[in-house]
């Protein structure tokens, strides 16, 4: 697994014109191809008089599924560009969809190519990104006397809490770097006084 990856910050629309032709990039993370197709799906309906929904989608934090389409531009003017912009810019778990409302000049493919490459490229830059870190999940089981200090002093030393479950016992789940696995525990130890239990789970991503 990678050990990180970048990915939009958010999803949103930006668009630019282009000799009268306007282009709407719609931007939006995406964990699956089916969450990116629903997507598509959805833009497409917003917009039934537009054109072209030319598309692109990067999954997997390796990048390992691409998809494009240049819904009836010549091919490798659209879905190409808007696929390569992505891949450039390493951003993971994204769906790009750019909306076309032809404005009656003819772009030619050169045009076409800047125009679908560039309206995704100012939308990643007015949306922005973030960089997600592999974590590994950990549930520290702690009494309730303890439990509202500890979930203090875990936030205050910048730990990733993820969830908290009251129950007989306080179960807080937490993501952690793999490398500071052995000096958590240790930590643990010393806050809880050896009072809390520390079960370790799978892998997962999340804010760095």
Known sequence: MQDQY???????VHEIEVN????LCALAPAA??????????????????????????????????????????PGG?????????LVRREVRYVVA??????????????GLIRAYGGAVGEALDVLGTVTRRRFRLATVTVDHQRAGKLENDLRATGRAVREVDYGAD?????????????????????????????????EAYGDA
């Open 77 to 85: 003017t659209a879905g190409v560009p808007m696929l390569q912009m």
């Open 170 to 202: 306080v179960r807080i789940e937490v993501g952690l770097p793999e490398a500071e696995i052995e000096g958590f525990r240790a930590w643990l130890a010393d806050t809880t006084a050896g009072t809390a239990g520390l079960e370790l789970g799978g």
């Open 97 to 110: 969809v750019v909306t076309r409302y032809f404005g009656g000049v003819k772009l030619g493919a050169g």
């Open 32 to 73: 699956t191809e089916e969450e990116a197709q629903a997507f598509i799906a959805r833009v497409r309906k917003e917009h039934p008089t537009a054109r072209h929904h030319c598309f692109a989608y990067v999954l997997g934090a390796d990048g390992s599924v691409q998809k494009a389409s240049d819904d009836g531009e």
């Open 6 to 12: 970048r990915t939009v910050a958010r999803a949103g």
């Open 20 to 23: 009268k032709s306007r282009f």
